[in-house]
């Protein structure tokens, strides 16, 4: 348990950042039904109490959406300043993660450029964020090293392994593709929208159309940059998993906001624990695990221990 303390703490303040973040954005049924989500869900409880990089991953994520979110709305220095802070922490957590978000962040290029200075702020978030990472990556010779390192896709046999990880996920699949259906008939064909629901969804339509692009950004960049000893399709769900929740938050919250007119935070935490069964079980029913006997790693150290080495081998 002692090792895993620190992920808990991530993953307690992860709650907190997506709840004021969806708040931020759509309100209050929304944050309700996203923390929903992260908090019952047995892929993220599972994430989220791993003894390594992955809570403090979807930390990061989470900080850096917020930051930018923040930038986009109200674009003042204190936001532009924490996602300088923020994608540079996360370059530290996790690398593909933060040049993805990099790249989708230009998505929101077109709001930043209505604001006030906004050359000037850019220009200090993009310095903080650089002074944080490319001197470190300049003097570890981060940039030659991830060069050489051969990329998965060099492996591939045709077009299914490049979507493979969508058929052996069709639950997950199935609701993206709804989703997705769902935002571009509200925003393609409006006059055949309710309008109720067509007032509520097209408010949230810059939200809506990023994080569908950054989940494309995303699954192409794992494919393609990933090296192939990495390549692990619980590390694309890790990366895919925060916008994916912020989606169904922003869903879900318009969805309640639309069906009813009182108690639309207890409708959203219900459509958002109902999703949960639907896409995976509840964390309560996967339980706890923590027999080392059973780890590869206690099987790897007593092989270790029944070998003789010399003193230089490492």
Same mark, same amino acid.
């Given at each position: 348990?002692?090792? +895993?303390?620190?992920?808990?703490?991530?993953?307690?303040?992860?709650?907190?950042?997506?709840?004021?973040?969806?708040?931020?954005?759509?309100? %209050?049924?929304?944050?309700?039904?996203?923390?929903?989500?992260?908090?019952?869900?047995?892929?993220?409880?599972?994430?989220?109490?791993?003894?390594?990089?992955?809570?403090?991953?979807?930390?990061?994520?989470?900080?850096?959406?917020?930051?930018?979110?923040?930038?986009?709305?109200?674009?003042?220095?204190?936001?532009?300043?924490?996602?300088?802070?923020?994608?540079?922490?996360?370059?530290?957590?996790?690398?593909?993660?933060?040049?993805?978000?990099?790249?989708?962040?230009?998505?929101?290029?077109?709001?930043?450029?209505? @604001?006030?200075?906004?050359? %000037?702020?850019?220009?200090?978030?993009?310095?903080?964020?650089?002074?944080?990472?490319?001197?470190?990556?300049?003097?570890?010779? *981060?940039?030659?090293?991830?060069?050489?390192?051969?990329?998965?896709?060099?492996?591939?046999?045709?077009?299914?392994?490049?979507?493979?990880?969508? *058929?052996? @996920?069709?639950?997950?699949?199935?609701?993206?593709?709804?989703?997705?259906?769902?935002?571009?008939?509200?925003?393609?064909?409006?006059?055949?929208?309710? %309008?109720?629901?067509?007032?509520? *969804?097209?408010?949230?339509?810059?939200?809506?159309?990023?994080?569908?692009?950054?989940?494309?950004?995303?699954?192409?960049? *794992?494919?393609?940059?990933?090296?192939?000893?990495?390549?692990?399709?619980? +590390?694309?769900?890790?990366?895919?998993?925060?916008?994916?929740?912020?989606?169904?938050?922003?869903?879900?919250?318009?969805?309640?906001?639309?069906?009813?007119? %009182?108690?639309?935070?207890?409708?959203?935490?219900?459509?958002?624990?109902?999703?949960?069964?639907?896409?995976?079980?509840?964390?309560?029913?996967?339980?706890?695990?923590?027999?080392?006997?059973?780890?590869?790693?206690?099987?790897?150290?007593?092989?270790?221990?029944?070998?003789?080495?010399?003193?230089?081998?490492?």
């Amino acid at each position: 348990i002692a090792p +895993r303390m620190p992920a808990l703490v991530f993953s307690f303040l992860t709650c907190v950042c997506l709840f004021y973040l969806l708040r931020h954005i759509a309100g %209050r049924t929304a944050a309700l039904a996203g923390l929903t989500w992260f908090g019952l869900s047995g892929k993220t409880a599972w994430f989220g109490t791993q003894a390594r990089y992955y809570p403090l991953t979807l930390l990061m994520v989470t900080a850096v959406a917020y930051s930018f979110f923040r930038t986009v709305k109200w674009g003042n220095w204190a936001s532009f300043i924490c996602l300088g802070l923020a994608e540079g922490l996360l370059f530290h957590t996790h690398q593909l993660s933060a040049f993805v978000f990099a790249v989708a962040a230009v998505y929101g290029f077109p709001l930043i450029r209505q @604001h006030a200075q906004w050359k %000037r702020k850019c220009a200090v978030a993009a310095g903080i964020a650089g002074s944080m990472t490319i001197p470190w990556a300049l003097w570890s010779g *981060f940039f030659e090293t991830a060069s050489l390192v051969p990329k998965v896709f060099y492996l591939f046999g045709g077009i299914y392994d490049w979507i493979e990880y969508g *058929f052996e @996920h069709p639950i997950s699949l199935l609701v993206f593709v709804v989703l997705g259906s769902v935002i571009v008939g509200l925003f393609l064909f409006p006059r055949y929208v309710p %309008r109720p629901c067509q007032e509520a *969804f097209s408010k949230h339509r810059f939200y809506y159309l990023f994080l569908c692009y950054w989940m494309g950004v995303i699954y192409l960049s *794992f494919h393609t940059l990933v090296p192939a000893a990495s390549y692990f399709p619980d +590390r694309l769900t890790l990366m895919l998993l925060m916008p994916f929740i912020m989606t169904l938050g922003l869903l879900v919250g318009d969805i309640s906001r639309v069906m009813v007119q %009182r108690w639309e935070g207890m409708l959203a935490v219900g459509l958002s624990l109902l999703s949960v069964f639907l896409i995976h079980r509840p964390a309560l029913f996967y339980g706890f695990n923590f027999d080392v006997t059973q780890t590869g790693q206690h099987r790897l150290n007593t092989y270790l221990a029944q070998e003789e080495f010399s003193e230089d081998v490492r």
